[in-house]
């Protein structure tokens, strides 16, 4: 799977998780929040508008809506005079044209789904004033509602009832407000550029869900595939079946181990799976005392669409593994119907393997992109080399390598090219794991030598070979130092519908840190590099919306009408189901009503369904909730357990499996004069309170264990305490949000907080307190003790075993 440049998937790595319980009740100021009466953002209409032509750039109306304001305001106008024509027109024509206001949902008051609409937009003082001096009378043609008309002789009532709670969303004077209007339309970005986007939960309660695909058949149903060898059938209204479309968990190599680079790893469907029913897949086996991974085909069931036949298996290519990491994964079939398969380097650290490494070495098939044609295979041999293949008439060299010096490519995709002209189409983008300083972001290329392990990025590894002047590699289009995160995962160029601002974006993240990123190429070819944060304040009020996800990014996905998601989970094992799909939403601009239509094909079940229940919460905006009960995530428990069996079987299970953290703060990675993730915004250290707790693990901040840190008076420091107890660990995980404290860790268990102050020493709770300070202690800044003795805590939502 993953490899980190410190050689492990699971490492605690550079990522921050803010973990400030009271962050949980902090609001952002006002933001920017277009919104239409159906509760989605405006859009572009794909015609002009001949009635509500103030709108016709952007708004929220199409033609169809455009034209039944049209024939009402006729109505309406039958009943002037034409006195009342020439005085009442205009205010009419306008006080119609607020539905198509891009804050439609601000001036009807439609921003709560449960609360009624107004039936007149809400008007500034001056304007309403003006409005009924020359046209009260023609108020019960614009509205029946009963309080309006009960009002319509008094102005001073009648402009009460109009007035907004929140002025800045008043007709007209909206349209001059130049905060409301500034790039108005366009992805919103912070002051620091960080664009502002919003997440829709898809799935969840996954293990390590490493894959997302579908077979392109016309059903819109999407496989999600667990390291663990299971592939899941979606269909399109998001609901599981209960049997999985593949089951090779018994074949597949890997563990419950956090960390773990083996297992199930790549799954493509044939571009004429519609015809052939062909599906491959990409996994570690164990064969005798040998580690390899095999690519394999199957067939889909003659009897069943949503199952494979497990006894179709075909292996159609293995590769021995010297090492258990750096196992690449990925596999896809080009815009050339061939089959590509990107391989690691092999493992360990540096490519040690031979003078050059594998990478650099031809005649070996780890550290490649492979490409070969699986077409007509039924007789014969199980692959072709394709005629066009680089290096089939160099001597030694294999002839499936494609192209050279990768280190451990970890997801890659291939440009559906832009909706309109095609432009970028057949491209495939990877992002390649860096080793100790850069990750980098490559566009692959037949024949091209990618530089691993003389080079990382744009800088040299092995300075020798990087002076080779026969190198002749490709630069990466983007690299990235470490301090931005540890472990790539590549994404996708955004060719979906409904977010026409996202066209021609490659949206990528960070396994390590939970960075979400992105890459726009300019006119000139360059690649123009932003964050992607997520919205906050109301930025994402949206129905259905949430703007938080779990910090360890593991793939990206797009489905069948190319719409974008990604993958991520809050344990990085193969056994925990913390596992979640998110589809990435533009709250700024939609496509127009009816563009993005489909009409997905009958799908026959034979097994029982799952149906979808979303747990992920929108943070930092309270939205008014249609039922309060927590249901339960979306979980299939007999796999799970049949696994944990297996696994103890082999020894490979933990006996304490690590707690699954199902309630969390905002997160955000480490960055230089603030904090930040995905997850939007951390506080800076004058907005912290005193008694504010973090975990920290291996200098870095952690979710759910850690050395224990508080702040009090401006700075963080640590506690230390030789008698540190299961209620004072029990304050400190409440306070974070979590049910239980699993674990009081004492003489440094997470490591010495050196380089902070020792704040607290002899701290005695009785488990009720809401923050440390509320317990007794020695005094802020008084002890007796050393940092080899600083305190830690293991929190987690399940409660405790009597063995634990």
């Known amino acids: 799977m993953l490899q980190s440049s410190a050689g492990t998937l699971g490492r605690p790595g550079f990522w921050l998780q803010v973990i400030v319980c009271i962050l949980l009740f902090c609001v952002t100021p006002g933001a920017l929040h277009p919104q239409c009466l159906d509760f989605k953002p405006p859009f572009r209409p794909d015609t002009d508008l001949e009635f509500c032509i103030m709108y016709r750039e952007f708004g929220c109306c199409d033609g169809q809506k455009d034209q039944e304001l049209m024939a009402r305001y006729y109505r309406i106008m039958e009943n002037l005079t034409e006195r009342g024509h020439k005085n009442c027109a205009g205010f009419v024509l306008e006080l119609l044209c607020q539905e198509c206001s891009p804050f439609a949902a601000h001036l009807f008051d439609a921003e709560d789904p449960t609360t009624p609409l107004r039936t007149i937009p809400g008007l500034c003082p001056d304007y309403c004033s003006q409005f009924w001096n020359q046209c009260h009378p023609i108020i019960p043609f614009l509205s029946d509602h009963p309080p309006l008309n009960q009002a319509k002789d008094d102005q001073n009532r009648f402009c009460k009832l109009l007035q907004l709670d929140d002025a800045d969303y008043c007709y007209p004077n909206l349209l001059s407000n130049h905060k409301l209007n500034q790039n108005l339309g366009r992805v919103q970005k912070d002051s620091d550029g960080c664009l502002q986007l919003c997440l829709e939960e898809v799935a969840n309660g996954l293990r390590n869900p490493l894959a997302m695909v579908h077979a392109n058949d016309g059903t819109h149903r999407f496989f999600v595939a667990e390291q663990v060898g299971l592939v899941w059938t979606y269909l399109p209204d998001r609901s599981k079946l209960e049997k999985p479309f593949l089951n090779i968990t018994k074949a597949v190599l890997t563990s419950s181990w956090e960390g773990d680079e083996r297992g199930f790893l790549g799954i493509t469907f044939h571009p004429k799976y519609k015809y052939n029913g062909k599906v491959y897949v990409y996994y570690s086996v164990e064969v005798g005392f040998d580690e390899r991974i095999r690519i394999s085909e199957f067939k889909v069931s003659t009897n069943d669409m949503n199952l494979v036949d497990h006894t179709s298996e075909r292996v159609i290519l293995e590769i021995d593994e010297p090492a258990s990491n750096h196992n690449g994964g990925m596999l896809l079939f080009g815009d050339d119907g061939y089959l590509y398969i990107f391989t690691g380097d092999g493992g360990m650290a540096g490519d040690p393997f031979g003078k050059y490494g594998n990478s650099q070495n031809k005649s070996?098939?780890?550290?490649?992109?492979?490409?070969?044609?699986?077409?007509?295979?039924?007789?014969?041999?199980?692959?072709?080399?394709?005629?066009?293949?680089?290096?089939?008439?160099?001597?030694?060299?294999?002839?499936?390598?494609?192209?050279?010096?990768?280190?451990?490519?970890?997801?890659?995709?291939?440009?559906?090219?832009?909706?309109?002209?095609?432009?970028?189409?057949?491209?495939?983008?990877?992002?390649?794991?860096?080793?100790?300083?850069?990750?980098?972001?490559?566009?692959?290329?037949?024949?091209?030598?990618?530089?691993?392990?003389?080079?990382?990025?744009?800088?040299?590894?092995?300075?020798?070979?990087?002076?080779?002047s026969s190198l002749n590699d490709v630069l990466p289009i983007y690299a990235y130092p470490h301090k931005k995160g540890k472990s790539v995962t590549g994404g996708y160029v955004y060719r979906g519908c409904e977010h026409p601002n996202l066209n021609g974006m490659y949206i990528f993240g960070d396994f390590m840190s939970g960075r979400l990123m992105s890459l726009k190429e300019t006119n000139s070819g360059e690649w123009k590099y932003h964050e992607i944060c997520m919205g906050m304040g109301l930025t994402c009020a949206f129905s259905g919306l949430i703007n938080n996800y779990y910090p360890y990014i593991i793939s990206f996905a797009e489905d069948e009408s190319g719409e974008l998601y990604f993958m991520s989970t809050g344990t990085p094992s193969a056994t925990a189901p913390s596992g979640v799909i998110y589809k990435v939403v533009d709250p700024s601009r939609?496509?127009?009503?009816?563009?993005?239509?489909?009409?997905?094909?009958?799908?026959?079940?034979?097994?029982?369904?799952?149906?979808?229940?979303?747990?992920?919460?929108?943070?930092?905006?309270?939205?008014?909730?249609?039922?309060?009960?927590?249901?339960?995530?979306?979980?299939?428990?007999?796999?799970?357990?049949?696994?944990?069996?297996?696994?103890?079987?082999?020894?490979?299970?933990?006996?304490?499996?690590?707690?699954?953290?199902?309630?969390?703060?905002?997160?955000?990675?480490?960055?230089?004069?603030?904090?930040?993730?995905?997850?939007?915004?951390?506080?800076?250290?004058s907005e912290l309170h005193n008694g504010a707790v973090r975990l920290v693990r291996d200098e870095f901040l952690h979710g759910d264990r850690g050395r224990v840190e508080i702040f009090v008076h401006g700075e963080w420091g640590t506690v230390c305490d030789d008698l540190w107890s299961m209620k004072n660990a029990e304050v400190v995980c409440k306070q974070l949000g979590f049910k239980y404290a699993l674990k009081a860790a004492r003489n440094a268990e997470f490591g010495e907080g050196k380089g902070l102050r020792i704040l607290l020493d002899d701290v005695h709770c009785n488990g009720t307190e809401f923050n440390l300070l509320n317990c007794t202690h020695a005094g802020v800044g008084n002890h007796n003790c050393a940092h080899y003795e600083d305190a830690g805590v293991i929190c987690g939502n399940s409660k405790p075993s009597a063995e634990s």
């Not at 008439?393 to 499936?400: D, F, L, V």
């Not at 091209?448 to 003389?454: E, H, I, T, V």
């Open 590 to 685: 939609r496509a127009p009503p009816r563009r993005c239509h489909y009409e997905p094909l009958p799908v026959r079940v034979r097994s029982n369904l799952i149906q979808f229940v979303p747990q992920e919460t929108l943070i930092g905006v309270e939205l008014p909730a249609e039922n309060t009960s927590k249901a339960e995530p979306t979980r299939t428990y007999d796999w799970l357990m049949d696994l944990l069996d297996r696994l103890s079987e082999r020894g490979q299970v933990q006996t304490t499996p690590a707690p699954i953290t199902t309630t969390r703060s905002p997160q955000s990675p480490k960055r230089k004069g603030r904090g930040r993730k995905g997850k939007g915004r951390s506080r800076s250290m």
């Open 364 to 468: 070996v098939l780890l550290g490649k992109v492979l490409r070969i044609d699986v077409d007509n295979n039924e007789k014969g041999p199980l692959y072709r080399i394709p005629s066009d293949n680089p290096f089939i008439h160099e001597p030694g060299a294999r002839p499936e390598v494609y192209a050279y010096g990768v280190r451990n490519m970890w997801r890659c995709s291939v440009d559906r090219g832009d909706p309109q002209t095609k432009e970028g189409k057949g491209r495939i983008f990877c992002g390649d794991v860096g080793q100790n300083k850069y990750e980098e972001v490559d566009i692959i290329e037949k024949g091209c030598n990618y530089g691993w392990r003389a080079k990382e990025g744009f800088s040299c590894y092995d300075k020798k070979l990087c002076t080779n």
